[in-house]
Nanobody
Framework: QVQLVESGGGLVQAGGSLRLSCAAS????????MAWFRQASQAPGTDREF???????????DYTDSVKGRFTISRDNAKKMVYLQMNSLQSEDTAVYYC?????????????????WGQGTQVTVFS
């Protein structure tokens, strides 16, 4: 059973920074591809938007275009942690951010490919 717990969300002024953390309870964390998604609206039928993904050994990193150059995903396999450093935050980044995991080396941007999800952490950016 894989459990993911996010932390680090909060209220931040536009242009500011936040660092999200995701703690994973899984025996072989290094065998999982990890990702961050976000959901701006909790209305039914709203899809989770891909933000960033990182492969087993910290390679195969990819970002959605809107966060490239501002966000950085990283992982610490020894600590079983994934991070999302978010700089130059904009109001459009306001959302609930979710940590996600899938077993295997193939990175993907589709939420349907990820089997495990955290409960989410709220990020609110104000002007």
């Amino acid at each position: 059973q894989v459990q993911l717990v996010e932390s680090g969300g909060g209220l931040v002024q536009a242009g500011g920074s936040l660092r999200l953390s995701c703690a994973a309870s899984v025996p072989t964390f290094s065998g999982y591809t990890m990702a961050w998604f976000r959901q701006a609206s909790q209305a039914p039928g709203t899809d989770r938007e891909f933000v960033a993904t990182i492969g087993w050994k910290g390679a195969n990193i990819d970002y959605t275009d809107s966060v490239k150059g501002r966000f950085t995903i990283s992982r610490d396999n020894a600590k079983k942690m994934v991070y999302l450093q978010m700089n130059s935050l904009q109001s459009e980044d306001t959302a609930v951010y979710y940590c996600a995991a899938k077993f295997g080396a193939v990175t993907t941007m589709s939420s349907y490919d990820y089997s495990y999800w955290g409960q989410g952490t709220q990020v609110t950016v104000f002007s």
